[in-house]
Structure formats: structure tokens, C-alpha cells
């Protein structure tokens, strides 16, 4: 999260306000903060920490990195092997579920999908699809496919977080970086479905009758996206994604992988957690023992902490064990630890189920929060090794990773629905309806 700090480019000295953004997340939290270590207090006191436990929500900086890794040292400290560490990660799903109104999940309702404008590309297609999670929300995304439709592919969903664009066309699905390792991974031999985050893209306008699906307001935008029913209908999308990609003729759906950068790092590694059919997870500048994420889709329901658990996101996606997981950081946000302090802790847990070897991380001390062509690049060679494509379709003569067969398209090319394009009658239209609706599936 907190991409809305750093320029398009991503250099290093517009990188700056992200490390000041986390200072001021952890000032703000200072006054909530509550650690978990209780052995100094009194009983009255112990008691008045349950109770703070029971209603806090981790977000942002809620730790410092000192007190992110004295709580990994304490979670350690509960198993040391598969057999305590499996009714441990039971307990978790659950309570994750809970937080996020999603136990039990609410009734898988038609997708009533539409696949559409189809065009045809070096070695892969592209087409627009949306398709309803809950009846009347839809969720709007494009489906990169290999051309070979003569066998199955592994299938990748592709998630974005928050980066910020100066124009529709710059963020979300539609970015650069984003159309870019969609295509490539498609030309690999993956179908590839990238989508877009509660209210962004086609969905804004479901969230603001007024708004321009084609210029929308930053601001506003952002400020209906920051709620926490944010949080609950990404998970849901994303599992109903899945189930979208199960119906395609052509996916091979027991090798379903997940990427995304930042927030779409957490909607990576949430989903890996909760669902069981995510085969594959590629996490990017986001894995933190002391971060949570700065939006309330991240962070902004109990996922975390209730009266029944305690946990970080670094626990969370070890939770993707024993299957393969490419965990990428930088040395300039809260991922910069993760060579010594978090990964350590993750391939821990996979030596519980002798994985070692399935789990990865790739560090980039010189970079920054984002998901360029450096951290693509390793994220294609784990795909390849774990989901069976073909890395050889993407590589020049001199053995490189060479994106340049991936066509940009226009933001307006990729849309199933524009400003001057009616949403279908059954539309929701609003947060409350869309809580109300989400509310009603799950009773």
C-alpha cells in the first residue's frame, strides 16, 4: 500500500515521502498500539489488555520493526513442528474468515459472465470480462490467453494495489507494468486474469452514480475505495475469480497461481491463506512482521487480532505452506528486513513439511515499492518452474527475459463498460446496497 506516495517513475528521491508516510502511520497508531506481551502486568491490567485485544485493529506501522520481530519470536515459540503448527493455522483460517464476514462464506451465486471484444496479439489474446461476485456487483477485468485453445493452461490471477496514475490509463489493471507481466506470462502459456480492486476501474461508478469511469477523481475515488467492506469483497472477488477461471474450457485448475505488488501483495497472500486452491503464490513488497497495510482493504477489519487470535502478515502467508511461494522485497519500504527477519521465519514453517525448496525470496537493496522489470523477471522464472510454462517463449537470443512481444493497449480498449455505456438494470448502486446485498448472501 501507500503507492500514492511514489512517482510513476519510482526513483529513489521520490521514493523519500513513503518512509515519512510510515512515520506518521506509526505515530497515528502510537495511542491504539497494544502489544501482546502481557507478562509484566498485574491481573487488573491483564484483564483491561484482553479487553483491548478484542477490538484492535492492526493497521499501518502498527509495530515498530523491534517489536514486529519480538512478536515473530513469540509466534516461534508456540510450534516447532507440523503437528502443532496445523491446528495453529486451522485456528487462523478461521478467525481470518471471521474478521473478513466470511464464515461461513455466503452462497456461490451465478457468475453470469461475459467474455467479450476479443483481440489477438503476438502469441496470446486479450479479451474484457466481468462477471457478478454477489448478485448486481460486478467485477470488471481482462482475460490474456495463449492461442494454443487445444489443451489446458495454468491460470494466474493478477492483482494491483494502489499506485497512483496521472490518468486512468496509469493505474490500476491498466498500468504499464501490469498489461506488461500479463502478456508475458500469457505468452508463456498461462491464462491470466487481471482485475480490478473494489472500485476501481468500471466499479467506481457502481460506488458513485456520477462518476467518470474514464477520468475519474482520485479523491473521491479513493475515499469510497478506504472502507472496510473493502477489505471482505476483494477476498470474496478473488474467490469468486477462481471459480470464474474453473469454468473456462481451457484452465487447467489445479495450477491457479496469484500475483499483485503492494496491496495486491496482500490480496496475494490473503487469498493463498484462505483458499486452498491457490497453487501457486508470488507476493510483491509486502510481506512484514511489523507493517499491515495501510488501507482499510488491507487492514481495516479484525483479520489480525481478535479475542480468540493473534497474527501478522508474515504468518499469514506462511500459511501457503508447504506450496511454492517467490516472496520479492526492496531495502526501501517496510519489506526491507525480509532477508533476515521475515523469510527466515516462512521457510522455518516450511521445513515443517521438508519445502524448503518451494519457498523463495529475491531481494532488491536498491529498490523501491514497486513491481518493475527487475522484479518481474524472477517472478517469470518461478512460474515457469512451478505451473510448467514455458520461460524459453519469453527470452531474447542472448538468454534475457524480453517483454517487448507484450502490447500496451489503450485503458479505453481494456473497458467492458465507458461513460457513455449504461451498467446493466441489476446494478448496485452504492456502499449500502453493496453491504446489504453482501450481508444478505451470508445469512
Given at each position: 500500500?501507500l503507492?500514492?506516495?511514489?512517482?510513476?517513475?519510482?526513483?529513489?528521491?521520490?521514493?523519500?515521502?513513503?518512509?515519512?508516510?510510515?512515520?506518521?502511520?506509526?505515530?497515528?497508531?502510537?495511542?491504539q498500539?497494544?502489544?501482546?506481551?502481557?507478562?509484566?502486568?498485574?491481573p487488573?491490567?491483564?484483564?483491561?489488555?484482553?479487553?483491548?485485544?478484542?477490538?484492535?485493529?492492526?493497521?499501518?506501522a502498527?509495530?515498530?520493526?523491534?517489536?514486529?520481530?519480538?512478536?515473530?519470536?513469540?509466534?516461534?515459540?508456540?510450534?516447532?513442528?507440523k503437528?502443532?503448527?496445523?491446528?495453529?493455522?486451522?485456528i487462523?483460517?478461521?478467525?481470518?474468515?471471521?474478521?473478513?464476514?466470511?464464515?461461513?462464506?455466503?452462497n456461490?451465486t451465478?457468475?453470469?459472465a461475459?467474455?467479450?471484444?476479443?483481440?489477438?496479439?503476438?502469441?496470446?489474446?486479450?479479451?474484457?470480462?466481468?462477471?457478478?461476485?454477489?448478485?448486481?456487483?460486478?467485477?470488471?477485468g481482462?482475460?490474456?490467453?495463449?492461442?494454443?485453445?487445444?489443451?489446458?493452461?495454468?491460470?494466474v490471477?493478477?492483482?494491483?494495489?494502489?499506485?497512483?496514475?496521472?490518468?486512468?490509463?496509469e493505474?490500476?489493471?491498466?498500468?504499464?507494468?501490469?498489461?506488461?507481466?500479463?502478456?508475458?506470462?500469457?505468452?508463456?502459456?498461462?491464462?491470466?486474469?487481471?482485475y480490478?480492486?473494489?472500485?476501481?476501474?468500471?466499479?467506481?461508478?457502481?460506488?458513485?452514480?456520477?462518476?467518470?469511469?474514464?477520468?475519474?477523481d482520485?479523491?473521491?475515488?479513493?475515499?469510497?475505495?478506504?472502507?472496510?467492506?473493502?477489505l471482505?469483497?476483494?477476498?470474496?472477488?478473488s474467490?469468486?475469480a477462481?471459480?470464474?477461471l474453473e469454468?473456462?474450457?481451457?484452465?487447467?485448475?489445479e495450477?491457479?497461481?496469484?500475483?499483485?505488488?503492494?496491496g495486491?501483495?496482500?490480496?496475494?497472500?490473503?487469498?493463498?491463506?484462505?483458499?486452498?486452491?491457490?497453487?501457486?503464490?508470488?507476493?510483491?513488497?509486502m510481506?512484514?512482521?511489523?507493517?499491515?497495510?495501510?488501507?482499510?482493504?488491507e487492514?481495516?477489519?479484525?483479520?489480525?487480532?481478535?479475542?480468540?487470535?493473534?497474527?501478522?502478515?508474515?504468518?499469514?502467508?506462511a500459511?501457503?505452506?508447504?506450496?511454492?511461494?517467490?516472496?520479492?522485497?526492496?531495502?526501501d519500504?517496510?519489506?526491507?528486513?525480509?532477508?533476515?527477519?521475515?523469510?527466515p521465519?516462512?521457510?522455518?514453517?516450511?521445513?515443517?513439511?521438508?519445502?524448503d525448496?518451494?519457498?523463495?525470496?529475491?531481494?532488491?537493496?536498491?529498490?523501491?515499492?514497486?513491481?518493475?522489470?527487475?522484479k518481474?523477471?524472477?517472478?517469470?522464472?518461478?512460474?515457469?518452474?512451478?505451473?510448467?510454462?514455458?520461460i524459453?517463449?519469453?527470452?531474447?537470443?542472448?538468454?534475457?527475459?524480453?517483454?517487448?512481444?507484450?502490447q500496451?493497449?489503450?485503458?479505453?480498449?481494456?473497458?467492458?463498460?465507458?461513460?457513455?455505456?449504461p451498467?446493466?438494470?441489476?446494478?448496485?448502486?452504492?456502499?449500502?446496497?453493496?453491504?446489504e446485498?453482501?450481508?444478505?448472501?451470508?445469512?
Amino acid at each position: 500500500m501507500l503507492e500514492s506516495l511514489i512517482s510513476k517513475k519510482h526513483n529513489r528521491i521520490k521514493a523519500i515521502p513513503i518512509l515519512f508516510c510510515i512515520t506518521l502511520l506509526a505515530l497515528s497508531c502510537k495511542d491504539q498500539k497494544k502489544t501482546l506481551s502481557q507478562d509484566d502486568l498485574n491481573p487488573e491490567e491483564q484483564d483491561q489488555g484482553e479487553k483491548d485485544q478484542k477490538t484492535t485493529l492492526r493497521q499501518g506501522a502498527f509495530f515498530s520493526e523491534e517489536q514486529g520481530k519480538a512478536e515473530l519470536d513469540k509466534i516461534e515459540s508456540m510450534y516447532s513442528n507440523k503437528e502443532d503448527w496445523e491446528p495453529r493455522k486451522k485456528i487462523l483460517k478461521s478467525e481470518i474468515l471471521k474478521g473478513l464476514n466470511l464464515s461461513p462464506l455466503p452462497n456461490r451465486t451465478p457468475l453470469n459472465a461475459v467474455i467479450g471484444s476479443k483481440r489477438i496479439m503476438a502469441g496470446y489474446s486479450v479479451e474484457n470480462v466481468y462477471f457478478e461476485s454477489i448478485p448486481g456487483f460486478y467485477v470488471f477485468g481482462n482475460l490474456y490467453r495463449p492461442l494454443d485453445n487445444t489443451k489446458k493452461h495454468p491460470a494466474v490471477l493478477s492483482v494491483h494495489g494502489h499506485f497512483p496514475g496521472d490518468n486512468l490509463g496509469e493505474s490500476g489493471r491498466f498500468r504499464e507494468d501490469q498489461q506488461k507481466r500479463c502478456a508475458t506470462l500469457a505468452q508463456m502459456g498461462a491464462a491470466v486474469f487481471s482485475y480490478s480492486m473494489y472500485g476501481w476501474g468500471e466499479g467506481y461508478r457502481q460506488l458513485d452514480a456520477n462518476a467518470s469511469i474514464e477520468n475519474p477523481d482520485n479523491d473521491i475515488q479513493s475515499k469510497l475505495h478506504h472502507v472496510p467492506l473493502a477489505l471482505a469483497m476483494q477476498t470474496w472477488n478473488s474467490i469468486r475469480a477462481i471459480d470464474f477461471l474453473e469454468t473456462l474450457p481451457d484452465v487447467d485448475s489445479e495450477k491457479i497461481a496469484i500475483t499483485g505488488a503492494s496491496g495486491g501483495g496482500t490480496q496475494t497472500f490473503l487469498l493463498s491463506a484462505v483458499d486452498e486452491r491457490v497453487s501457486v503464490s508470488v507476493p510483491v513488497v509486502m510481506v512484514s512482521s511489523h507493517f499491515f497495510g495501510g488501507c482499510n482493504c488491507e487492514s481495516g477489519l479484525p483479520i489480525h487480532q481478535s479475542a480468540e487470535h493473534f497474527t501478522n502478515n508474515t504468518e499469514i502467508a506462511a500459511m501457503m505452506a508447504p506450496k511454492p511461494m517467490l516472496m520479492i522485497s526492496d531495502g526501501d519500504d517496510w519489506t526491507k528486513n525480509v532477508p533476515l527477519v521475515e523469510y527466515p521465519f516462512v521457510k522455518r514453517t516450511y521445513s515443517f513439511y521438508n519445502a524448503d525448496g518451494n519457498v523463495e525470496n529475491v531481494h532488491f537493496p536498491d529498490g523501491v515499492h514497486d513491481y518493475n522489470y527487475d522484479k518481474r523477471t524472477p517472478v517469470y522464472n518461478f512460474m515457469a518452474k512451478h505451473l510448467g510454462l514455458d520461460i524459453e517463449a519469453v527470452k531474447d537470443k542472448n538468454g534475457k527475459i524480453d517483454e517487448s512481444k507484450s502490447q500496451l493497449e489503450s485503458a479505453s480498449t481494456m473497458l467492458s463498460y465507458s461513460d457513455d455505456t449504461p451498467f446493466p438494470s441489476n446494478a448496485l448502486q452504492g456502499q449500502e446496497a453493496i453491504d446489504e446485498a453482501f450481508e444478505n448472501l451470508s445469512k
